[in-house]
């Protein structure tokens, strides 16, 4: 609920129409059950014993929250799958077990989740689309990106509530996360598969 308080705070707050966005990797080989997102800032390893996340990654700068004075109005969600290699050794197999199989799942607090949806209802929002020539086997192909539903920067799971976003206080504990309850999966075809999750909305922040 937006109070009387939080508009009276938010008066000294600039508005931004800019998301909240983290990225976690599913690694080739190994068996995956979870990605955490907005649990660890800049400046944290990416997977364990992983390079250290920078601006390209995220854009939280302490885990699971926003700093004081920073607030956040939440209008939905966009998740977008990034190949780390060459494109062409990725298979529909490994992106079709990532989104058939994955739930989606946004929590504020760490024990209730606040949302649960099948990975594949989440869009991709805006990202590479098109095709690559790759050489395969000595001759030319085209390969195309996989895009999880329309390509435009209005795409996302809408979480608003009779059109109004939901409020995200500083310091209030929120995190976010692809599970596959299945069972763990693994996939073969790529180096590896960047995950990012988008938080689209309004942020406000300090003059």
């Given at each position: 609920?937006?109070?009387?308080?939080?508009?009276?705070?938010?008066?000294?707050?600039?508005?931004?129409?800019?998301?909240?966005?983290?990225?976690?990797?599913?690694?080739?080989?190994?068996?995956?059950?979870?990605?955490?997102?907005?649990?660890?800032?800049?400046?944290?390893?990416?997977?364990?014993?992983?390079?250290?996340?920078?601006?390209?990654?995220?854009?939280?700068?302490?885990?699971?929250?926003?700093?004081?004075?920073?607030?956040?109005?939440?209008?939905?969600?966009?998740?977008?799958?990034?190949?780390?290699?060459?494109?062409?050794?990725?298979?529909?197999?490994?992106?079709?077990?990532?989104?058939?199989?994955?739930?989606?799942?946004?929590?504020?607090?760490?024990?209730?989740?606040?949302?649960?949806?099948?990975?594949?209802?989440?869009?991709?929002?805006?990202?590479?689309?098109?095709?690559?020539?790759?050489?395969?086997?000595?001759?030319a192909v085209n390969y195309l990106w996989a895009h999880n539903g329309e390509g435009a920067?209005?795409?996302?799971?809408?979480?608003?509530?009779?059109?109004?976003?939901?409020?995200?206080?500083?310091?209030?504990?929120?995190?976010?996360?692809?599970?596959?309850?299945?069972?763990?999966?693994?996939?073969?075809?790529?180096?590896?598969?960047?995950?990012?999750?988008?938080?689209?909305?309004?942020?406000?922040?300090?003059?």
């Amino acid at each position: 609920m937006i109070t009387k308080e939080r508009i009276e705070s938010r008066a000294a707050l600039r508005q931004l129409k800019q998301p909240l966005f983290d990225t976690g990797h599913i690694l080739t080989g190994a068996a995956t059950i979870r990605v955490n997102f907005f649990q660890a800032p800049q400046g944290q390893p990416i997977v364990a014993a992983g390079a250290l996340k920078t601006e390209a990654d995220t854009n939280l700068t302490q885990a699971g929250q926003l700093g004081r004075p920073q607030e956040f109005d939440l209008y939905g969600f966009a998740l977008e799958l990034i190949i780390v290699g060459n494109v062409a050794e990725t298979t529909d197999t490994d992106l079709g077990m990532i989104y058939d199989t994955g739930a989606f799942e946004f929590y504020f607090g760490q024990q209730r989740p606040w949302l649960q949806v099948p990975a594949d209802q989440v869009p991709n929002g805006t990202g590479i689309e098109g095709a690559v020539a790759c050489a395969n086997d000595g001759a030319a192909v085209n390969y195309l990106w996989a895009h999880n539903g329309e390509g435009a920067s209005d795409a996302m799971y809408n979480f608003t509530i009779g059109k109004k976003p939901i409020p995200v206080g500083s310091l209030e504990n929120f995190s976010a996360r692809l599970d596959w309850p299945g069972g763990a999966i693994t996939i073969t075809g790529a180096a590896a598969i960047r995950a990012r999750c988008f938080m689209k909305g309004v942020l406000y922040a300090a003059l």
